[in-house]
Structure formats: structure tokens, C-alpha cells
């Protein structure tokens, strides 16, 4: 399916905006994802300001969760005990316009014109609508909104109503406790969609309100987490408020007023939340209190806005001179980076960062993996922070390691609070790959940014736990290799397997990182011990095919059936677990992605063969997929796939290719956007001994720029089809390998010339494979 793509006279292509011409009742919720606004810490949907045209609308904090038991039918030791689910806020998005009686709502009003946009150049979101009222009058309704930066906790509202002869106005403003108000879920068995609470969930603790300024503050039931809001109202007339209600699910604020043809009347809201991080449990100082000394007036948070988006592009901008649909689209891909993480601080990053409840605002190895990469080389006080996160999980992450019989620490699969809370084990706590990735991301991190603080204390704890875990969950096993069973790699169609490749070859790094750590804490057998098990890392390996298999027994599986009709897909929600596990077929990129991650571990043409194999047997059912293969395609030489991959993973959310984009942005897909530019088309490879360039810019693009925070300069890089030129804005110049040739990169730049690539043929296997992005090979035997 397409949204966006597929009709370019309602979504016109901006470079630096997503507009809407045309109101459309189906995908509305679709819309108020791709439409959201955010700032890492607190998010508000993209919905319409009147309740009738509303899908899914609602505003999150990032952390702010409801816990509960989890019931499992059949339960067993060690099992999951302790759901959680982010929380719906009291949302202050919402309005109704009565004119002359009529109450305005695009469902039931007459519509002359109509234009929505949210600018990424601003982080504003603006929508005007023309209205065609039963009384005659014309009248024209203008929302504006912006989420605070340096104010987190901040999001100012502008309505504006102004009409061709005078007119009676009933305008309300409303909060709403949208927590507690159930809402038709689209499928009871898809595991992507969030889950709701039978009982209430949230309860008032606070309730005043006078004169259009409102103070309430909520307490979860379970978890105990506070929120609190303080909201103020500012009217162009002057006018005083008809009436102010508190209630815990619903207050408003009312003003009954005329307009005249030449006035316009201009309401501004301003709130302020605090919850989460902001408000401990036990501080005695009520929420509201704590948002009302951070409210600002509307104007200043608009600023903040401005002027967020005004420095964060100018060093986070990627510029491909290829196509502008394609421009627009990675743009409003960096700009959803930037919602997810600006003003997350000290938190995790959701799977939806703040846009949805996709994934019940869980944070899983994502963050690590796909969104760390763009943290550490554009925000890397922010990728700190994120690892900061995870260190303060260690004690429990060291208590769930003790329960599965582990040594060091293990992290939970999915998580809030840092418990574990994925209730299927399989998919869940099988996955031990996430340890590997924090250690991946601490690691790379330090690399980046030279932080030897870091290292010398969070960093070096995080690799040494990690690293003790996995020497106590594996083992060595008779033909002297060291062993990794009864894990499940990042492809969750093959759960529970012995020595998947992925999974040996990330435990192999976080083993070797650690013993190569000089820290008071580690002994020398404990430093010879991981390196021997790095040394004698078992990794699958099909003589016969010539290829790395994903693990002990996925070569002797059988094929899936590539007839499988295109409705079927994603398999998950079509076929029982046990079906797709006893089959050859990958739900992402695993194997592949442990040749991106680690890639200075395999040849060109142990890569090229791994991707002409597994590419066929990859689905994409993952929205983490798409990036992977389209890197590794671009590396092994596939132009033409590498750019479609590209594309495909560029569109995800935009074209709601995977149906649920209406749950939130899929944050990580947007992360491996940002290194499929800058990692597979511009060949970036790190960890090693210095930068490393390997450029495959598509023949359809004249150039690609973007720029690189590392070792403290910023490294700007501009890549054409004949050269890459790359320069510093200050301090020692910075050596940096290009296919080979160490440069010496100043502030005065240098540019470097790259002889044309040839793309490889495809490889010929024993058997043929079906494939969707390279020809068919079928050898004759």
C-alpha cells in the first residue's frame, strides 16, 4: 500500500515541509502519526483539534508507564512477572468551534479549503481550514502548535477564527484524561499493537482551576508515577473565560464572544507537564506545582522551537541531490530522530519514541543498534545520556542474570522500568544478542567521541558485565570450540537455536572489548578466559554452499513456500510460530547484519555470498530489515537493490507499508535511514583503527553530503560519483581511511578521487533461490 507517494496533489512534495491539501476520512490515525510532534521526552499526536475527526489522538511522556501482573496461562520459573504499558496523558490538544450554532468538524461541516503542514525546519505544525457555515459565513480556523527544547515539558497551542461578516463563537478549550477512555483496538491478535487497561488508571490527586488556568495532577494506579499539568489561557479580546471545570477526566475552558469581519480572534494555550523523570514518587511537591513553574508563555515556546531546529539542521541536514520526493522524505525521517531523542536526557528511547503506543513504549536493542549510530556522530552528549540509562539498569539487569542462571548482567528484551516485560521467551529473553549491542554502542561511543571518562567508569562496567555474561552462558564443548546455546539472533522466524552466527559474533567483540579494558576489576584468568572463548567463537559454516550459516541447524531446515500469497504476509500474524520456525525463512536481516556490524571480520566475498543467500529469504516482515539489506547491497556492489532497499526503508511510515504506522513512527527504521546514507552509501565503517570511507553512491544521485561529529570537530563530507571531499571546522587535522589511502583531513579540506565501482555477479548456489531484489540463479545440476 502507499499514502504519501501515491497521491502528490493532496501530499505536494516540499523540501522542508509534509503538507496536506485535501481532507480524507481513511487514514486518519496513519495521519496523526506521520503528523506528530515531539521532542524526545514529551510527544503530542497529530490529530485534529476537534474530537470528531480523531482516529487515535493523545500526547505521551517517555517513561510515564502503568504496571501489572502478567497471567500466563501456563506458567513457569523465570517466566516475565511484570507488565508495563506507557501511559496516555491528559491530553490538551482538543477544542469545539460553534459557529452560529454550528459545531465545526470536518466529518459534518462544509470544507472550501484546507491545508495542513508540519514544517521541519520549525517544528511547527500548522493547519487552516476554510469553512463554508449554515449561517452563510465564511470563516477560516488556523491551529498552530510547537513542543518546547529547552522547556521539555512545555507545548504551546495558537487557534485563530476570522470570518467574512459577523458571526457568534462558542469556543471551548478542553484537557482530557484520554488514559481512561477506552478506545476500539484494530486487531486482538497483532503483537506490534498496544494493549489497553480494563480499569481506570488514572486518578486525580489535584483539581483546581479558575479564570482559564487550569492545575490537575493524576497518580497511576499501579506504578504510582505522577503526572501533573498547569494550563494557561490568553485571548486576544481580553475576555474572561465564560466558565473554567475541573474534572479528572475532562476540563474546559469556555469563552462565548462575536466576531466581526474584520477581527481576528486569537486563543493561546500553553502547557506544562511534569511526570516521569520530572516527579519522583516520593517527592512531596505536587506535580502540577512543578509544571506550573516551568510554564511558559506560548511565544517563547515557539521560539524554542525555532531555534532548536535552526542549529540542529545545520549540522544534521543530509542533502541528496537525487530526486525530491526522496529529499523530502529523508528529511521528515531526521526529523522524527530528532523527536524520539533531542530531550529524552537520561532515557531511554521507545521502539515508537513519543509519537504512538506501538510496542506499549517499550525500549528494546534498537536504541542501540539502530538509533545510537546517529546519536553518537550528531547529539553524542545525547548517546551518552542514552548509555547512562542502561548503567543505571544494572542492578537489575545483574538480579534478572542471577535468575537465569547467568553471571554479569543481563538486560531485559523489552522494557520501562528496567524489568523484563516481554511475556513470550522465544522472541523475548532468548534474544541475549541485546547485551552485546549496549556493549556495542558503549564501545562505539568511546570510539567516537573520546571520552575517556566514560570509559574509565560507565563504559567499562557496562562491557565487563555484559562480557561475564556471556562467558557463563556458553561454553566449550568437545571439539574444543566455545558454544552459545538456546538464544534466539535478531530474524524472530528462528527462535531458540544453538550458535546463531549473529549472536557468536557480537558476543566475540563485547568478549574481546572487555579484555582489552585496563580496570582494577579483571584479573588475568579472567582476561585469558574471554579471550580464549573470543578465539574459539564457533560460527556456523555450509561447506558445500560456501556460506556462514545463521546457526547449527538453519541450513538443514525446509524452504518456505515463495508461492505464499502476498496477503499473508507478515507471517506472524498469519501462521503459528511453530510453522514459520521449522522453515527457511528470515524475518530480517540477521547474518547480514552481523557482517555490517562486524565488518572488519569477513571478506568481500564471505559478504557478498551471505547477502546473495539470505537477501531471497528475508521477507522484510521487520521494519529493521529494509536498512540492513539495502547497506550491505550497497557494500557488496548491488547498486540498483541497494537503492531500491533504500526506498523501501525511507517510506515505511510515510506509505504505512506495514500497516501499523497508526500505533507510532518506527523509530529504529528511521535510525537505519540515517546509516543507510551515511554507512551504506557513503561506506562509513567505524571501531577500527581510523574513520573508514568506502563510498557507493547510487548512479541516479549527482552527490550526497551530511555531516560527522568525531573526536570533538565536526567532519563535513560531500560525496560525488568521481570524489569524496572532506573537511574540519577546527582543531588537528583528523586521518581518515579512504578505500585504503590514509588522508590527512583539515579545516581547509581535501578531496579525494574514487575510481568507479563494478558490481559483482550474482552468485550461483548449488539450488536456486527465489529473490526479490536479484535475478534467479538456478544452477543445472
Known amino acids: ?58 500526547s505521551f511522556i517517555n517513561g510515564l508507564h502503568e504496571t501489572w501482573d502478567i497471567q500466563h496461562a501456563e506458567n513457569a520459573y523465570g517466566f516475565a512477572k511484570t507488565g508495563q504499558r506507557i501511559l496516555y496523558v491528559p491530553d490538551v490538544n482538543n477544542f469545539a468551534v460553534v459557529i452560529d450554532g454550528e459545531a465545526l468538524s470536518l466529518a459534518e461541516s462544509a470544507v472550501v479549503e484546507y491545508q495542513r503542514s508540519v514544517d521541519f525546519s520549525t517544528g511547527i505544525y500548522q493547519c487552516a481550514i476554510t469553512w463554508q457555515c449554515r449561517s452563510g459565513a465564511l470563516v477560516t480556523t488556523t491551529e498552530r502548535r510547537a513542543v518546547g527544547y529547552k522547556s521539555r515539558g512545555n507545548l504551546g497551542i495558537v487557534l485563530e477564527i476570522s470570518a467574512d461578516r459577523d458571526i457568534s463563537a462558542d469556543v471551548t478549550s478542553y484537557v482530557i484524561n484520554r488514559q481512561d477512555q477506552q478506545k476500539e483496538e484494530h486487531s486482538e491478535h497483532d503483537p506490534r499493537r498496544p494493549g489497553r487497561h480494563a480499569g481506570r488508571v488514572l486518578t486525580s490527586t489535584r483539581e483546581e482551576g479558575a479564570d482559564g488556568s487550569l492545575r490537575i495532577s493524576w497518580q497511576a494506579k499501579e506504578s504510582k508515577q505522577r503526572v501533573g499539568i498547569a494550563v494557561d489561557h490568553w485571548n486576544s479580546g481580553g475576555l474572561l473565560p465564560f466558565e473554567t471545570l475541573v474534572d479528572q477526566d475532562q476540563s474546559s475552558v469556555r469563552y462565548v464572544l462575536a ?190 567521541s573520546g571520552d575517556e571518562e566514560f570509559v574509565s567508569s560507565m563504559g567499562s562496567e557496562l562491557l565487563i558485565e555484559t562480557a561475564r555474561m556471556w562467558i557463563s552462558l556458553g561454553f566449550f564443548g568437545k571439539d574444543g570450540l566455545f558454544h552459545i546455546h538456546g538464544v534466539t539472533g535478531p530474524d524472530e522466524y528462528t527462535a531458540v537455536v544453538n550458535d546463531n552466527l549473529y549472536t557468536n559474533v557480537m558476543a566475540r567483540f563485547n568478549l574481546r572489548a572487555a579484555a582489552d579494558l585496563e580496570h582494577a576489576s579483571i584479573d588475568d584468568d579472567e582476561r585469558q578466559l574471554w579471550n580464549a572463548a573470543a578465539n574459539l567463537m564457533n560460527l556456523p559454516y555450509d561447506d558445500y554452499l560456501e556460506v556462514y550459516a545463521q546457526d547449527n541447524d538453519f541450513m538443514t531446515l525446509e524452504p518456505w513456500d515463495w508461492e505464499t500469497p502476498r496477503e499473508k504476509y507478515p507471517l506472524l500474524l498469519n501462521f503459528h510460530p511453530l510453522v514459520i520456525y521449522r522453515h527457511q525463512v528470515l524475518k530480517q536481516a540477521d547474518t547480514v547484519l552481523a557482517m555490517f556490524l562486524q565488518w572488519q571480520d569477513f571478506s568481500a566475498e564471505e559478504k557478498h555470498r551471505a547477502f546473495d543467500f539470505y537477501d531471497p529469504l528475508t521477507t522484510g516482515d521487520s521494519t529493521l530489515s529494509a536498512c540492513v539489506q539495502g547497506i550491505m547491497a550497497a ?46 552509501f557513503a561506506g562509513l565503517r567505524d571501531q577500527g583503527p581510523l574513520p573508514y570511507f568506502d563510498p557507493r553512491l547510487p548512479q541516479e544521485w549527482s552527490a550526497l553530503s551530511f555531516h560527522l561529529r568525531i573526536d570533538g570537530r565536526l567532519l563535513s563530507v560531500r560525496l560525488d560519483e568521481r570524489s569524496i571531499s572532506l573537511s574540519i571546522d577546527r582543531g588537528e587535522p583528523l586521518a581518515v581511511d579512504v578505500r585504503g589511502e590514509v588522508v590527512s583531513v583539515g579545516i581547509e579540506g581535501i578531496s579525494v578521487a574514487l575510481a568507479p565501482t563494478e558490481a559483482p555477479e550474482p552468485t550461483v548456489f548449488p539450488s536456486g533461490l527465489p529473490t526479490a531484489s536479484l535475478p534467479v540463479v538456478r544452477a543445472r545440476l
Open 635 to 680: 557494500e557488496v556492489g548491488y547498486g540498483a537493490a541497494a537503492l531500491k532497499h533504500f526506498t523501501d526503508a525511507v517510506f515505511i511510515d510515510l506509505d504505512d507499508t506495514h500497516g501499523n504506522t497508526v500505533d507510532g513512527v518506527h523509530i529504529a527504521s528511521t535510525g537505519g535511514v540515517w546509516s543507510s546514507l551515511v554507512c551504506g
Open 1 to 58: 500500500m502507499a499514502l504519501i507517494t501515491a497521491d502528490r496533489e493532496r501530499f505536494p512534495c516540499h523540501p522542508w515541509k509534509l503538507v496536506e491539501t485535501r481532507y480524507e476520512p481513511a487514514e486518519v490515525g496513519t495521519l496523526e502519526t506521520i503528523f506528530t510532534l515531539g521532542n524526545g521526552h514529551l510527544g503530542v499526536r497529530g490529530a485534529h483539534w476537534s474530537e470528531a475527526d480523531t482516529e487515535l489522538p493523545g
Open 259 to 448: 466576531i466581526g469581519p474584520d477581527e481576528t480572534f486569537r486563543l493561546e494555550k500553553g502547557a506544562s507537564y511534569a511526570g516521569g523523570q520530572d516527579v519522583q514518587v516520593a517527592d512531596s511537591e505536587d506535580p502540577a506545582d512543578v509544571a506550573a513553574a516551568n510554564l511558559l508563555q506560548v511565544s517563547e515556546i515557539f521560539a524554542e522551537s525555532e531555534d532548536f531546529f535552526e542549529q540542529f539542521w545545520a549540522t544534521t541536514d543530509i542533502v541528496v541531490e537525487g530526486g525530491d520526493e526522496l529529499q523530502q522524505a529523508i528529511r521528515w525521517n531526521i526529523f522524527q530522530l530528532a523527536q524520539a531523542t533531542a530531550r529524552a536526557d537520561v532515557a531511554g528511547i521507545p521502539a515508537k519514541g513519543v509519537s504512538g503506543s506501538g510496542y506499549e513504549g517499550h525500549y528494546f536493542w534498537d536504541e542501540e543498534v539502530y538509533l545510537m549510530p546517529f546519536l553518537t556522530y550528531t547529539n553524542p552528549k545525547g548517546a551518552r545520556q542514552v548509555l547512562e540509562f542502561r548503567h543505571n539498569m544494572l542492578p537489575a539487569a545483574r538480579d534478572r542474570a542471577q535468575e537465569l542462571s547467568v553471571a554479569g548482567a543481563l538486560f531485559p528484551w523489552r522494557t520501562i522500568n528496567g524489568l523484563e516485560a516481554s511475556a513470550y521467551y522465544a522472541a523475548g529473553t532468548a534474544q541475549f544478542h541485546i547485551a552485546a549491542a549496549v556493549a556495542f554502542a558503549a564501545n562505539r561511543y568511546h570510539w567516537a
